[in-house]
Structure formats: structure tokens, C-alpha cells
């Protein structure tokens, strides 16, 4: 299993890193592929806006790519892509399921399971230069509301526990995708996704464990 990080170039350039681009099909424009989150990658679109002009304070904006679950990471200091990505996967992975806490769609139970369960499945990081323009529009939309809400507060930054607040508000809103005529909630659509890759690894193992029975009966 792998991630998919996709860095746009404002990201890619704090990271202060040269990532490759995605392979663009031939007459598509490159750097800007369509992604898809399957069951051999998880893709997650990454963008980093300034808090106001000219300030240390930013906010890494990371969007999961079939649901559109988004995250806020407030930042300061300079990371490298490893400290990155293990931050998001911690991150993603909490405001997941402090989302499902707090709007009552799983028990604490059903959460701490469903968390113990993704922690099996290994994720190896890919990380890529590429902005695919359909999910960039909800990062879009989740950047105004980050610039809006410091406004309102006249704050300098998100603090994690505002940052929290605003993910859990998005995440539990409907939201139209690829100009779709259903809706879907970020936060059912993402854990329908993790359901599936955990059933998938669930699976996989117990067709290896089986597989070494047989062969260790054999022998």
C-alpha cells in the first residue's frame, strides 16, 4: 500500500525539494494529472497558503483525493518531506476519527478498532509534483476559509485546537464532486474508503497464513 503525496509548486518550493512530476498522457498538460485514491495507493492533494503576506506562520492544507477529507497542519518551522509525511499520516488518521466522535457516527469502541486495524496495513510514501485542478478547488475553498476564520479571530495562526474545529465542520458537510449531481460527506465517503482497504488487508492475510499452513503441512 502507498501514499500518494501530491505537492503543489507552493508546497513543493517550501519544502524546498525537487519532486518529479506524475507521467502526463500524451496532449494532457503535465503537472496537473487527475488522481485517484485505489487499493493499492491512497492520494492525498497538498497545499501551503501564507496566514498573511510576508508571515512565518502558514497552513498546510492536505485533501484526501476520493472524499475530499481535508486537514489543516499549522506550521512555523521548515520540514523535510519524511517529517511531513509522518505527521500527516498521524494527523489524518486523528482527525478521522475525532470527526466521527464528535458528530456520533461510531462509538469510541467501533473508533479505537477501526484505528488499531489501519495501523496493520504498511503505507509506503511517494511523493510527486502535481496539482490535479478538480480536488485543488476544495483545497480552494478550505484555504478562504482558513484566511477568513483567522480574520474573524484576528489571529496570526490556527491553533491545532481551531484547526481541528474547522476540519470536523468541512468534513461533515456535503460537498458536490466532479460536478456530480449526488453529495457526498467527506468524512462517511473517507471511512467507507479505510472499511474497504481494511477488509482488503484482512483478506490478504489470511490468505498468506493459510497458504503457510498448507505449505508447512506439506512439509
Not at 497552513?59 to 512555523?76: C, G, K, M, Q, Y
Not at 479505537?112 to 496493520?120: G, H, I, P, R, V
Not at 478550505?142 to 465542520?169: C, F, H, M, N
Amino acid at each position: 500500500m502507498q501514499y500518494q503525496f501530491c505537492a503543489t509548486n507552493a508546497l513543493t518550493k517550501w519544502l524546498i525539494t525537487d519532486l518529479c512530476r506524475l507521467p502526463a498522457a500524451p496532449g494532457q498538460q503535465v503537472g496537473v494529472n487527475s488522481i485517484t485514491s485505489t487499493g493499492e495507493q491512497m492520494c492525498w492533494q497538498l497545499h501551503i497558503i501564507e496566514n498573511s503576506y510576508g508571515s512565518w506562520h502558514k497552513t498546510i492544507i492536505a485533501t484526501e483525493a476520493n472524499s475530499r477529507f481535508t486537514l489543516f497542519i499549522p506550521v512555523d518551522l521548515l520540514m523535510t518531506p519524511d517529517q511531513l509525511c509522518k505527521r500527516l499520516q498521524m494527523e489524518w488518521q486523528w482527525v478521522l476519527a475525532e470527526t466521527l466522535r464528535l458528530s456520533h457516527i461510531m462509538s469510541r469502541s467501533d473508533i479505537a478498532m477501526l484505528l488499531s486495524n489501519l495501523c496493520e496495513i504498511k503505507f509506503e510514501p511517494q511523493w510527486v509534483k502535481n496539482t490535479d485542478l478538480r480536488v485543488n478547488g476544495h483545497v480552494s475553498d478550505a484555504g478562504l476559509w482558513v484566511s477568513q476564520t483567522l480574520a474573524d479571530k484576528r489571529l496570526a495562526e490556527l491553533s491545532p485546537e481551531l484547526a481541528l474545529e474547522l476540519a470536523i465542520y468541512l468534513n461533515t458537510q456535503p460537498k458536490r464532486v466532479n460536478k456530480g449531481k449526488n453529495k457526498i460527506i467527506p468524512a462517511e465517503k473517507l471511512l467507507s474508503y479505510c472499511n474497504a482497504l481494511i477488509e482488503a488487508s484482512q483478506a490478504t492475510m489470511k490468505a498468506e497464513k493459510s497458504k503457510q499452513q498448507l505449505q508447512s503441512r506439506a512439509c
